[in-house]
């Protein structure tokens, strides 16, 4: 495992913005193919895994994170718009346990 390099306050405050923009989509009632969600599932990724590590078991475990939750082709959009909505809370979920994560190692 590769040591952690990032500076742990930028590395959680960075975090807390994602959280925050993250749970502005569902306020924002923002819909689930917007280019807003695709550029927000690159920031989370690139930033899970500079805070904790391209080999870190928190970016394997949460690299492949999805916002539509048992997502399928044929679902209608308002199915897609559903599931995307609950996904933003389980991305919310997981953007918390991380920031939680990196806060105990500073302790």
């Known amino acids: 495992m ?15 913005n994602l959280l925050s923009q993250t749970q502005l989509l569902l306020k924002n009632q923002v819909a689930f193919d917007d280019q807003q969600v695709k550029n927000m599932q690159y920031q989370i990724n690139q930033t899970i ?6 080999d870190s078991v928190e970016f ?41 994560i990196k806060n105990n190692k500073v302790e």
């Not at 895994?49 to 391209?54: A, D, K, V």
């Not at 492949?64 to 991305?91: A, P």
Request: aromatic share 6%; proline share 5%.
């Open 2 to 16: 590769q040591p952690d390099t990032s500076k742990t306050p930028d590395a959680i405050q960075k975090m807390r």
């Open 49 to 54: 895994r500079e805070t904790f590590g391209p």
């Open 60 to 100: 394997n475990a949460n690299k492949h994170h999805n916002w539509l939750c048992n997502y399928r082709m044929k679902d209608d959009d308002s199915v897609k718009q559903k599931k995307f909505s609950e996904g933003i809370l389980k991305m919310s979920a997981m953007l918390e346990e991380l920031i939680a």
